[in-house]
């Protein structure tokens, strides 16, 4: 009797000591370096279940041993679900910290970014493009809905929600901007201020002009003067398009177009293009006390301001001065390079 219970009582040690050293080797598995030899980006599909993954990360190289894999999951301590997404999955991680970061949710953020002064069609064309969003663009968007910004998000995003977190921020920074404007502007809305952000953002690309531009439309709208600017009659005789490198015509100055701002008095009907948000605060907080009607290029590529027309017209003249020197000494001859010498033997 003393015999069997000796015998049980080995058994029972045996089994005790394969049980540890299966613990052990399976914990320095699961705590090991992965097979994984470079970062790579692992999408996990929503609805994926544990064999499905295991299926995945194995055929990304992530994982070795799916089974190994899938009974890290069932006896994880302080189980949690893996969220579907994209995962940046770095070289030779363990299994240990790749179940850990398929738990944290920690999916890659991919960024797009709207440059300033885009207009409504390049915007939705450049979403259109955007990898890893997916749908298809079905929202009414209107030109200066859209905020031009950087935004992130992940794969599988909607175009569709990615152009209304646009008009989102576009909405909120307009509102924010129309609270805090300036008191006396000559505007009937906040759609007024957004029009003439638009202008401004296409006028100039000097920060620190932005409110000197606003203050010269916000004078010249109190003095019932016509606006006079060329990105709104390009937008008019275009369609937004741009002059695809053909310069302004005395036609085009004279076009019937309701943007066409030589001939039609106050605001264009609508905005031009998607104002950043400087030019909308600009837009709403002109540089205070100046007086300025004109502006015209420098030739610095910023712009020589005036009060009035004789002013104006001398600065017009020093531009086309400039202008003129520039396509002279384009048109000059250039310097050949001297003909390399031989060397003496």
């Known amino acids: 009797m003393l ?3 000796r015998w049980v009582l080995f058994f029972v040690a045996l ?15 699961l705590v090991a370096q992965g097979p994984l030899d470079k970062t790579k980006n692992v999408l996990i599909p929503r609805g994926s279940g544990p064999a499905a993954m295991a299926r995945i990360l194995q055929s990304e190289g992530a994982i070795s041993h799916p089974q190994l894999f899938r009974v890290a999951l069932m006896v994880d301590p302080n189980p949690k679900p893996i969220k579907a997404g994209e995962y940046e999955v770095p070289r030779h991680i363990s299994m240990s910290a790749l179940v850990d970061l398929l738990q944290s949710g920690k999916v890659v953020q991919r960024r797009l970014t709207v440059p300033e002064g885009a207009t409504t069609a390049e915007i939705v064309e450049l979403v259109k493009k955007t990898e890893a969003l997916t749908g298809e663009v079905t929202l009414d968007i209107k030109e200066g809905d859209l905020l031009p910004e950087t935004y992130f998000y992940s794969r599988d995003d909607t175009r569709d929600g990615m152009l209304g977190r646009m008009k989102e921020a576009m909405e909120k920074t307009l509102d924010e901007a129309w609270r805090k ?6 505007y009937a809305s906040k759609r007024d201020a957004l029009i003439l952000a638009s202008i401004i953002e296409k006028e100039t690309a000097v920060a620190a002009e932005r409110t000197r531009v606003a203050a010269v439309y916000v004078n010249r709208l109190r003095l019932k003067m016509r606006l006079e600017s060329d990105p709104t009659t390009i937008y008019g005789v275009t369609n937004g398009k741009g002059m695809q490198g053909r310069e302004l015509t005395r036609a085009d100055l004279q076009s019937n177009s309701p943007y066409n701002t030589y001939v039609a008095a106050g605001l264009p009907p609508g905005p031009i293009c998607n104002p950043g948000r400087a030019s909308i605060i600009a837009a709403v907080a002109p540089a205070p006390r100046d007086r300025s009607l004109y502006f015209v290029a420098d030739g610095q590529g910023g712009h020589a301001f ?3 027309v004789y002013e104006h017209n001398r600065n017009v ?3 086309k001065e400039i202008q003129r020197q520039k396509q002279e000494q384009a048109q000059q001859p250039q310097p050949t390079a001297p003909a390399p010498t031989q060397a003496k033997p």
């Open 3 to 5: 015999s069997f219970f």
């Open 317 to 319: 003249a020093r531009w």
């Open 306 to 308: 005036a009060t009035n």
């Open 15 to 29: 089994l005790v000591t394969l049980m540890g050293g299966a613990l052990l080797l399976g914990h320095q598995m």
């Open 181 to 186: 404007r300036a008191a006396g502007l000559p």
